[in-house]
């Protein structure tokens, strides 16, 4: 299983993450807990108790925020009441809360040299202020990040440390180690040298205030980052945001399943039950992720293991 604090891969026997010290045991009862109420808020579901579901599944998501099924039921039954926006937040949450199984985030950021604060933005109190050394090849600098590599998160962030949060540590002034997490840079792109300005596309749970910070650390300069737009996630941009007012007047389509997942290469499996069980399954492929279908019907989203091996990541039927 994965320590839902840092990531990392662990032992299902493991009380303590090796990686950043947080208590497993504390997460397997989590989890438990969260299972029981998601069994009774889809119980609630069933008999048309639809504020008792809601109940049911928000005590669920307050055990694990990860819990797909019932962030999916809950945007379901928010739907049934009328509540579009909330049904619609609930799924984009569901959509994007696991970083290892997420697809690229794109942004348009603007680094500010001479300070440093905690939060590695500037909208903190600078912790340090030092003269500005002019960066020559900006775009070379950046093309320096490329590819897969350990990033430390900013102080005030919710990685947790010892069962706390960061940004708890930092308000109580205690100094605490972070700990690195793995992160991919897939393109990094200058668009204004003189301003600072780049596009990044990278992996999900990547800081672009760390990033900041690496990139003025490795020019020799203190740096933050002053401005941040996320322009796109997935396949889907910017510019095909609709506004909340949209929402609200239902001035806006649903997407199928097929089109939000239309980047994975679509295989054909014969034995549902197997998937639906969320057993390994071996296929043959050339893509290491693959929606796995049944009659043309997307039922979820497996991962190569090893070799023709492959494991489920998320079930969607």
Not at 22 to 37: A, D, G, I, P, T
Not at 49 to 78: C, E
Not at 297 to 307: G, L, P, S, T
């Amino acid at each position: 299983m994965n320590c839902m604090n840092c990531k990392s891969v662990v032992d299902v026997g493991m009380e303590i993450c090796p990686n950043c010290g947080f208590n497993l045991r504390v997460q397997r009862k989590c989890f438990s807990l969260s299972n029981m109420y998601y069994n009774l808020g889809l119980d609630k579901a069933e008999i048309r108790d639809l504020s008792g579901a809601i109940d049911m599944l928000r005590r669920s998501l307050k055990f694990n925020k990860y819990n797909i099924h019932a962030r999916n039921l809950l945007g379901l039954v928010y739907f049934e009441t009328g509540e579009a926006v909330a049904a619609l937040s609930e799924w984009i949450i569901s959509k994007n809360i696991m970083p290892e199984n997420n697809v690229a985030t794109e942004y348009i950021a603007t680094l500010q040299l001479g300070i440093q604060t905690i939060s590695d933005d500037i909208w903190m109190e600078p912790l340090k202020e030092a003269p500005i050394q002019p960066i020559a090849d900006f775009q070379s600098v950046l093309d320096s990040f490329r590819g897969v590599q350990k990033q430390v998160p900013p102080m005030i962030s919710s990685v947790r440390v010892n069962g706390r949060k960061l940004y708890e540590y930092a308000r109580e002034g205690i100094a605490v180690t972070r700990p690195e997490r793995e992160v991919t840079i897939y393109d990094i792109e200058a668009l204004d040298t003189q301003k600072l300005q780049f596009r990044v596309s990278c992996s999900s749970g990547t800081y672009v205030r760390s990033l900041c910070h690496d990139i003025a650390q490795k020019t020799g300069n203190l740096g933050c980052m002053s401005s941040l737009v996320r322009t796109k996630v997935g396949r889907f941009s910017l510019d095909e945001c609709v506004t909340l007012q949209d929402v609200q007047e239902g001035c806006f389509q649903l997407h199928t399943l097929q089109e939000v997942l239309s980047h994975y290469e679509p295989v054909e499996y014969e034995r549902p039950a197997d998937i639906y069980n969320g057993k390994k399954i071996t296929l043959r492929c050339e893509a290491d992720d693959v929606a796995i279908t049944h009659n043309g019907n997307i039922v979820a989203i497996y991962q190569r293991e090893d070799a023709a091996v492959f494991r489920c990541v998320r079930g969607l039927w």
